[in-house]
């Protein structure tokens, strides 16, 4: 469906309004900012066009509050630390969008910047109305998506604005995020590891169906890993299992013959018999019906370390514990570990992604380091699905 039109560098933008949509969904607890990465991240390109003496207005969404305006989802906190981190004025606009709004913009000097308030606030955003983002799109020259952790969703400000503005492109961020994801399933270097958790495996079918097709060893971790045992008919105690998934899996194991992609799945583990105590490291053959599988064991460790030190590129989405206990978080920070320690030493492409994945890592004591962290969640995992994104389809 041809190129993505990406934001030139030598596009003349003096004095020209910039819609620029971003992803400022940062944690806020008593109108306090918990994790400021997403706004730091966004703050070099919002600097630029300032530099460039651009316009900018900046829409961006907190949370879900269903068109309706509650409070503790306002961008008030972040309208407030970009006040102070950016070394111009910044305004916040909280009214509707009507014929009148375009002349409240008017007062944009070059270089300036208005936030506006949360764009959920308005349920025709997420509802992709056509006349709310034709009101949106009005009040600028330019559209640029910055925000790919949304990109995967029909709403207003991310797809049907386009058809409102002279031009449209992807942001920096955004390019980021799609190139560290092509160089997995698209201009790879192999051989490629897949590294996957989470816990259920019918979310994750098409992901790993796609995958198979394009990485040479699928490592198959965390909660999902026991639905593969099960199959294999090994006794999993009582832990977090999937019904009806063997035809699935069946199909898996058929599919990665076809594509020449090998499955590893956990050959020893850490069993405990809750979630809060402490485990035993066991062989498969071991597992008593009172325990739970909770962690990979030191064997599978060992096996996986070995096949990532094989490997020119990595990907990795899921932990492979339940980590929020740190009797079973070891399987998870070796992986972590490993997968630095190459991309250091050996200049391995890791791409990592998913909510617990990055939260798990934040638990390593190590100063780690990753060819690319995405935050996206959703998006990434659809991109990697091999699905056509609305919000990216749309810049093309």
């Known amino acids: 469906m041809g190129e993505i039109n990406f934001f030139p560098d030598?596009?003349?933008?003096?004095?020209?309004?910039?819609?620029?949509?971003?992803?400022?969904?940062?944690?806020?607890?008593?109108?306090?900012?918990?994790?400021?990465?997403?706004?730091?991240?966004?703050i070099p390109f919002i600097q630029k066009l300032m530099k460039k003496k651009a316009k900018i207005i900046i829409i961006s969404h907190l949370g879900r509050p269903k068109g309706i305006r509650l409070p503790e989802l306002s961008?008030?906190?972040?309208?407030?630390?970009?006040?102070?981190?950016?070394?111009?004025?910044?305004?916040?606009?909280?009214?509707?969008?009507?014929?009148?709004?375009?002349?409240?913009?008017?007062?944009?000097?070059?270089?300036?910047?208005?936030?506006?308030?949360?764009i959920r606030y308005f349920k025709e955003e997420t509802e992709?109305?056509?006349?709310?983002?034709?009101?949106?799109?009005?009040?600028g020259d330019i559209y640029i998506n910055d925000a790919f952790s949304c990109s995967h969703r029909k709403q207003a400000?991310?797809?049907?604005?386009?058809k409102f503005v002279n031009k449209s492109f992807a942001g920096p961020l955004l390019k980021k995020e799609i190139t560290a994801i092509n160089s997995v399933i698209k201009n790879k270097k192999e051989p490629v590891t897949c590294i996957i958790g989470g816990s259920k495996i019918?979310?994750?079918?098409?992901?790993?169906?796609?995958?198979?097709?394009?990485?040479?060893?699928?490592?198959?971790?965390?909660?999902?890993?026991?639905?593969?045992?099960?199959?294999?008919n090994f006794k999993i105690g009582k832990s977090l299992i999937e019904n009806n998934t063997n035809v699935i899996i069946e199909n898996i194991y058929k599919k990665a013959k076809e594509d020449n992609c090998e499955i590893?799945?956990?050959?020893?583990?850490?069993?405990?018999?809750?979630?809060?105590?402490?485990?035993?490291?066991?062989?498969?053959?071991?597992?008593k019906e009172n325990e739970i599988i909770?962690?990979?064991?030191?064997?599978?460790?060992?096996?996986?370390?070995?096949?990532?030190?094989?490997?020119?590129?990595?990907?990795?989405?899921?932990?492979?514990?339940?980590?929020?206990?740190?009797?079973?978080?070891?399987?998870?920070?070796?992986?972590?570990?490993?997968?630095?320690?190459n991309t250091i030493e050996k200049s391995l492409i890791s791409v990592l992604g998913g909510g617990d994945t990055l939260a798990a890592i934040n638990k390593s004591k190590s100063k780690l380091s990753f060819s690319h962290l995405s935050t996206a969640g959703g998006a990434f995992l659809e991109y990697l699905e091999g699905k056509d994104l609305p919000g990216i389809s749309v810049l093309k």
Not at 77 to 100: A, E, H, Q, S, W
Not at 128 to 139: P, Q, R, T
Not at 296 to 321: C, M, Q, R, Y
């Open 202 to 232: 019918s979310t994750k079918i098409n992901l790993i169906k796609n995958l198979i097709k394009n990485v040479n060893n699928l490592i198959v971790v965390g909660a999902m890993a026991n639905n593969f045992l099960s199959y294999k």
């Open 264 to 287: 590893i799945i956990p050959e020893d583990c850490m069993v405990g018999i809750d979630f809060n105590g402490t485990g035993k490291n066991k062989n498969l053959s071991e597992i």
């Open 10 to 42: 030598n596009i003349e933008i003096k004095n020209k309004k910039i819609i620029l949509r971003l992803d400022l969904n940062v944690p806020i607890k008593s109108k306090t900012i918990k994790d400021y990465t997403r706004i730091t991240l966004c």
């Open 294 to 341: 909770l962690d990979i064991g030191i064997k599978t460790i060992k096996n996986i370390g070995k096949k990532i030190d094989e490997s020119n590129t990595v990907l990795w989405n899921g932990p492979a514990g339940y980590f929020e206990n740190d009797n079973f978080l070891k399987g998870t920070l070796s992986i972590a570990e490993n997968i630095s320690k």
């Open 75 to 118: 961008l008030i906190p972040i309208y407030k630390y970009l006040k102070d981190i950016l070394n111009t004025n910044v305004y916040f606009f909280r009214g509707n969008f009507d014929n009148d709004t375009k002349e409240k913009f008017s007062h944009l000097k070059e270089g300036e910047v208005i936030l506006i308030e949360n």
């Open 157 to 162: 400000s991310i797809h049907n604005i386009t």
């Open 128 to 139: 992709d109305d056509e006349n709310f983002a034709k009101k949106i799109g009005s009040l």
